[in-house]
């Protein structure tokens, strides 16, 4: 080897010794802080006490809470200390939606006492005190009241004012899976794992190299595998347990330890929930009466595709032409550039003004009444943000202007409006804390938008209020930051219920929170990257999916083909035909099917860009419409009992092996189908784990005895996905006959 392979392999090694020196630096400082516990004999014996359904077992040193009627099963139980407390400062930036939290831990109060139990009715508290580093001591209260079936409510209070951290810990079993969070797109299963819970972009890349490597040097824009638009503080678990934070404040499950849990709060108090249920669909059930249950999906939407097309009125028509003659059939056509294009770094963005572009779509009332005579609808896009039309100039409203001028934009610590960056231009944030702001800003979209025949529209943005914001309200932004998808939310469905549009208008976010579920109509992943990846792309949607579902996002679907396009020197990441051939497959199978040219348009393939994209589109546009009925059945479930449309194999299957995937590769699309989408390029053929039973195959309608544990590998050429259905099952056979009629059991066109 020579001396320039010696110094390049030198370097390669100091470079590994760094990486793995910085780890060692940060899992000293993320460690958890456990508390010891001192007892005082009188309170050293055992002893229990009944809350309604449940019984509190105290051994002396811990205690077990259980069900009365499931005495077998521990709900929540700890040994040892179980509060510790803290004094910290977190310095919180926020970067064109990306926040970066460098915590400095100061005070810690890690002896704790338990001095009383008092019961009173169905509600028992315990007390005592913590014993801080400096001599300090606090009291502190831990309640626990029953809820009736459901569960019980957690709260737990410091009497120091001063102390802001608060770290509450629980056993769990070394083999125990955890599921949930709200949407986590890498990790299903979160055992062994560190996790915040902040809403925040999901970042570029997100550990796919180079690619977040790029990103994170140009724009720190990288991500990593815990960020997430719609984190939720809630879990259940492979040991049916299941537990809920009801903090908005920056929190971290600490998931490392094999024998015990750590919830870090960034606040001196915690509500919260302990969930009881049978199976994993029962504690959704029990979650999603708390947070909310999102409402079934306008019928219009369910009749087809909803293609995502911008350029103008002529580029429009050109292309609605072409899938006329593909005979695809079409709910919507979602124009997110109704306010108009700008070119910048990223790529196409819009002109975040929420009035319509004249010159951009001419004649747009007669494109509007073109689509309604067809049974089409049209879609929108906004934003809370705003900007500065005097660069545009032309339109005959400046909404930046009208909402500066009347004090409705967050301000800075300074008092002045902020401007935040996003790629090439910088916006304001629409304070919604301030009620004249919302009221303006709906009769805004109603004039501007609903006014114009939109029956949709994409509610995009919310994760990006700064920490340090000052808000109308006087209230704190870093304990709103969480929320603030919710208000949005809400925003937009006061909107509805306001023009008496529930069950006919349609609106879908991206970021959220653990209350969204009954705040939006229906949520959508975000922007995924055009690729294949676990990180980011086709994979990372379907773990999204499956997660976010657990936590009550029940109506969910992903841009069809990805949205983030990168070109670069380095490497581009460009949608390929076949990337968009599988994803067609996949969303056939979700609650939208709904396209997205990306913010790279002219560098990705279309939905329209060739004879077989455009076969392809049309055959599984018809598939999504012949599954309907199907899916207003689970759309009822989801509205009645928050179950989602779209299901991992645990939630149905439990203790069957093949839910024991730790990333998963398949779901159900509510009870009745099993689809295992094709989640690599070239891949013909597709390995399926079925859950014990007989399973037909949809295309072939060739059963399979599945035996416990066993895998099938099944052909799965392009444009025939993995699908079964058990056997019997009535739905299966209802949709093997549709498409038999309609002869949509083999693809028209042989793409590969």
Not at 3 to 23: E, H, I, M, P, T
Not at 117 to 140: E, M, N, P, W
Not at 143 to 151: E, F, I, K, N, P
Not at 184 to 195: E, K, Y
């Amino acid at each position: 080897m020579g001396r320039w392979g010696k110094g390049l392999v030198a370097l390669a090694v100091l470079g590994a010794a760094c990486v793995a020196g910085w780890q060692v630096w940060q899992n000293w400082r993320e460690r958890p802080v456990w508390s010891s516990l001192v007892v005082p004999p009188a309170l050293a014996l055992p002893r229990e006490f009944v809350l309604g359904d449940y019984r509190f077992a105290w051994s002396g040193k811990g205690f077990d809470l259980r069900g009365v009627g499931q005495p077998g099963k521990s709900l929540w139980a700890a040994e040892g200390g179980f509060l510790a407390a803290g004094l910290g400062h977190d310095e919180v930036e926020e970067f064109r939606g990306a926040l970066f939290v460098e915590e400095q831990r100061g005070l810690l109060c890690r002896e704790q006492s338990l001095e009383s139990f008092q019961l009173v009715g169905q509600q028992l508290t315990l007390k005592g005190h913590l014993r801080c580093t400096d001599g300090r001591i606090s009291a502190y209260s831990l309640s626990l009241q029953a809820d009736g079936a459901r569960g019980l409510r957690l709260a737990v209070k410091l009497d120091d004012p001063a102390l802001n951290r608060l770290y509450l810990s629980w056993a769990r079993d070394a083999d125990e899976h955890f599921f949930g969070f709200g949407e986590q797109f890498t990790h299903f299963d979160l055992a062994g794992r560190r996790l915040p819970i902040l809403v925040q972009e999901q970042g570029i890349g997100r550990g796919l190299q180079p690619l977040t490597l790029g990103a994170n040097l140009s724009a720190r824009a990288g991500g990593d595998w815990w960020t997430s638009y719609a984190p939720v503080p809630h879990y259940l678990t492979s040991k049916l347990r299941s537990f809920f934070s009801e903090s908005a404040a920056y929190q971290v499950f600490d998931l490392r330890d094999e024998r015990r849990v750590q919830l870090e709060v960034h606040e001196g108090q915690l509500a919260a929930r302990i969930y009881a249920g049978d199976s994993p669909s029962a504690l959704v059930e029990a979650h999603t009466s708390v947070v909310g249950r999102m409402p079934p999906l306008p019928d219009w939407t369910q009749r087809g595709a909803i293609v995502g097309l911008q350029g103008g009125t002529q580029r429009v028509r050109e292309i609605l032409a072409r899938l006329e003659q593909a005979k695809v059939p079409l709910a919507g056509v979602w124009l997110q550039d109704w306010v108009g294009q700008r070119s910048t770094s990223f790529g196409q963005q819009l002109w975040w003004s929420w009035t319509l572009d004249q010159q951009h779509y001419p004649q747009w009332p007669e494109l509007n009444a073109e689509l309604q005579a067809k049974g089409v609808r049209s879609l929108a896009y906004v934003n809370p943000f705003l900007v500065d039309l005097a660069e545009k100039g032309g339109d005959r409203r400046n909404l930046y202007r009208e909402a500066l001028e009347r004090g409705y934009l967050v301000r800075d610590v300074q008092g002045q409006p902020l401007a935040l960056p996003n790629t090439s231009f910088s916006a304001g944030l629409v304070d919604l804390t301030n009620p004249a702001a919302r009221t303006w800003l709906k009769q805004v979209l109603r004039e501007e938008m609903l006014a114009r025949g939109f029956s949709g529209w994409m509610a995009d943005f919310g994760e990006a209020l700064p920490f340090e914001a000052r808000l109308a309200s006087g209230e704190s932004a870093a304990l709103l930051h969480n929320r603030f998808p919710e208000e949005w939310a809400r925003l937009n469905r006061e909107l509805i219920d306001e023009v008496g549009g529930a069950g006919e208008l349609l609106f879908f976010t991206r970021s959220a929170y653990s209350r969204s579920p009954g705040l939006t109509t229906s949520m959508w992943l975000g922007d995924q990257l055009v690729g294949w990846g676990i990180e980011d792309g086709l994979h990372s949607a379907l773990i999204g999916l499956l997660s976010g579902g657990l936590s009550g996002f029940s109506l969910n679907h992903s841009d069809t083909g990805g949205y983030t396009t990168i070109s670069s020197p380095l490497k581009d990441y460009h949608r390929s035909e076949e990337l968009l051939l599988r994803w067609i497959e996949f969303s056939a199978f979700t609650s939208l099917l709904r396209s997205h040219e990306g913010n790279r348009p002219e560098e990705n393939q279309q939905v329209y860009s060739s004879p077989a994209s455009l076969a392809q589109f049309a055959r599984f546009a018809r598939i999504y419409a012949a599954l309907a009925p199907y899916r207003a059945q689970l759309m009822a479930q989801a509205a009645n009992r928050g179950l989602p449309l779209v299901r991992p194999l645990w939630l149905q299957y439990p203790d069957d092996p093949a839910s024991a995937m730790a990333t998963p590769r398949s779901f159900l699309l509510g009870d009745q189908l099993l689809v295992a989408p094709v989640l690599e390029p070239g891949a013909r053929t597709v390995e399926v784990a079925l859950p014990a039973g007989r399973w037909v195959h949809l295309w072939s309608q060739r059963e399979y005895r599945a035996s416990t544990g066993a895998r099938i590998k099944i052909a799965a050429p392009l444009g025939q996905p993995a699908v079964f259905y058990p056997a019997g099952s009535a739905v299966g056979q209802t949709l093997y006959r549709d498409l038999a009629e309609q002869g949509l059991l083999t693809a028209p066109t042989a793409p590969e």
